[in-house]
């Protein structure tokens, strides 16, 4: 932790050995009872939601059956980024992701403003997602059993209903899970994988069952241009691979699982989503996918002319949507957890349910107020997984690995980033392409966010922060072994 004579800065240091002590603190150490099997489960969980389900009819609009490059292209850009997710979530197993990565080679400010922000993405992200849910709910209701939940409790009042019963069921029974206990969340998540895995494959044996070439051509029709714009689209259907690394602290061995789950994940999709594409081209055109909600769905009915399928897809839409509100809220949780450990914000919602090891107040505060937000507010101009506060996010872990490098070359580290600094460089320019790209209402948002965010800051953390109300130069409880629990 770097301090001064004086009380420290805002671009104030926390050492990381200081970070991981902090997780053995009675009452604010969680449990770790999280495998690496778990961990993918939870990084595929994720991943696999709306964007397989939604994103592919897009992305087809735009760059025809060249979405299949699209595909492979915006895998390889997360790629650069979840290596150095890998490295961090291996060398620094403590809640927080980015937020924590942050606060330990950039600075406690620049720490607080990726936290703060990432609370708002992944919270409007809950809630819009849970919106969503309440619409596939409806759509697999229609197609198995003809029958629709009534507008007046499946929307929003400026949708022409009261409220949305379906989202704030969702939310609710997911923050009664994670209440419960990481593990029992892990595990409904795994399952919940395997359901949607098991859609998502008999999609692929029906479509090439009645695969044909026949749409392939034209393979490109708007060239490199087509590709690169629907990769910047499809981008988005990739993340959620950095939910896995909230989870550093509750991991069982974190020096191996974590880079594992985060890779493996990353890989696992990419291939389903691959195949996926091949799979639509080959029993419909782009022109039949890119006008509905339901590509895929669409794809069976007008390409293969198998109706009765729909049902299938709506329900692994539904199952798909359930496990990516887990994983997002359980990261916004840890955030939120690890943000107030550090003194940050308030202490007392860093406390640790001695039964069942969860911040079980701070996730039924925040699963309260995600409802109310779900249940009355139209959220389908913001239903995106993550924004500008993820790709941020991707800026600063990047160069988070290459300051460590510099500054701790010492620290064990079970997972290294080859030829640092190449990669994370790439990683950057990668993220500031995408989020050039970004409509500048977001920037708009972000800045306003971000001004709300700092004046916070400087009236309440930065004085109730650890670092000025425990300043200590070289703490004397320091651990000197391996900070990731064990060695490669």
């Known amino acids: 932790m770097a301090t001064t004579s004086g009380k420290p800065g805002i671009f104030a240091i926390r050492d990381v050995r200081s970070l991981i002590t902090e997780t053995t603190e009675e009452g604010h150490g969680l449990k770790k009872s999280v495998g690496v099997t778990q961990l993918t489960a939870m990084g595929v969980g994720a991943i696999i939601g709306t964007g397989i389900f939604v994103v592919i009819g897009k992305g087809a609009g735009i760059a025809g059956p060249a979405v299949i490059l699209s595909f492979i292209l915006a895998a390889v850009a997360c790629a650069f980024s979840a290596l150095s997710y890998a490295e961090l979530a291996s060398s620094i197993p403590v809640s927080g992701s980015a937020y924590t990565y942050t606060y330990a080679t950039l600075g406690e400010i620049v720490a607080w403003i990726i936290g703060w922000d990432l609370i708002l993405e992944y919270g409007v992200s809950v ?13 697999f209701l229609d197609a198995a059993f003809g029958y629709q939940l009534p507008d007046a409790i499946a929307k929003s009042p400026s949708e022409g209903g ?7 069921f969702i939310v609710l029974a997911i923050t009664f899970l994670l209440v419960r206990g990481v593990s029992e969340s892990a595990k409904a998540n795994l399952v919940m994988v395997v359901i949607k895995l098991a859609v998502l494959i008999f999609f692929l044996v029906v479509a090439f069952a009645n695969f044909g070439t026949g749409n392939f051509k034209p393979f490109a029709p708007d060239g490199t241009d087509g590709v690169t714009s629907a990769a910047a689209i499809i981008f988005f259907a990739y993340i959620g691979f950095d939910a896995v690394s909230t989870g550093s602290e509750e991991a069982k061995k974190p020096g191996r699982d974590l880079p594992i789950a985060i890779l493996a994940s990353l890989g696992i999709c990419t291939l389903f989503y691959v195949l996926t594409a091949v799979g639509a081209i ?5 022109d039949q996918m890119k006008g509905s909600d339901a590509p895929l769905a669409a ?4 390409g293969a002319g198998i109706s009765w399928a729909a049902g299938i897809l709506a329900l692994g839409a539904v199952v798909a949507i359930t496990s990516v509100v887990l994983v997002i809220f359980y990261g916004q949780t840890r955030i939120f957890f690890a943000m107030c450990r550090d003194g940050l914000m308030p202490k007392r919602f860093a406390t640790v349910n001695q039964r069942y090891g969860t911040p079980a107040r701070l996730t039924i505060g925040l699963g309260v107020l995600i409802a109310i937000l779900a249940a009355l507010v139209p959220l389908g101009t913001i239903v995106e997984l993550v924004n500008i506060g993820t790709l941020f996010a991707f800026v600063l872990v990047n160069i988070g690995v290459i300051i460590l490098r510099r500054t701790r070359p010492e620290m064990p580290r079970p997972y290294r980033v080859p030829w640092v600094p190449v990669l994370p460089i790439i ?10 790209d970004l409509p500048w209402e977001t920037w708009v948002r972000f800045g306003v966010w971000l001004v709300i965010g700092i004046a916070i800051y400087l009236l309440y953390g930065y004085r109730n922060s650890r670092l000025r109300t425990e300043p200590q130069s070289t703490p004397s409880w320091a651990r000197e072994e391996d900070p990731a629990g064990d060695q490669p």
């Open 127 to 139: 809630a819009g997602i849970a919106v969503g849910w309440g619409g596939n709910l409806n759509a």
């Open 162 to 168: 009261v409220f949305n019963l379906p989202a704030v």
């Open 282 to 286: 080959g029993i419909a055109t782009p």
């Open 299 to 302: 794809a069976l009915d007008q």
């Open 427 to 436: 990683g950057v320019l990668f993220a500031i392409y995408l989020m050039s």
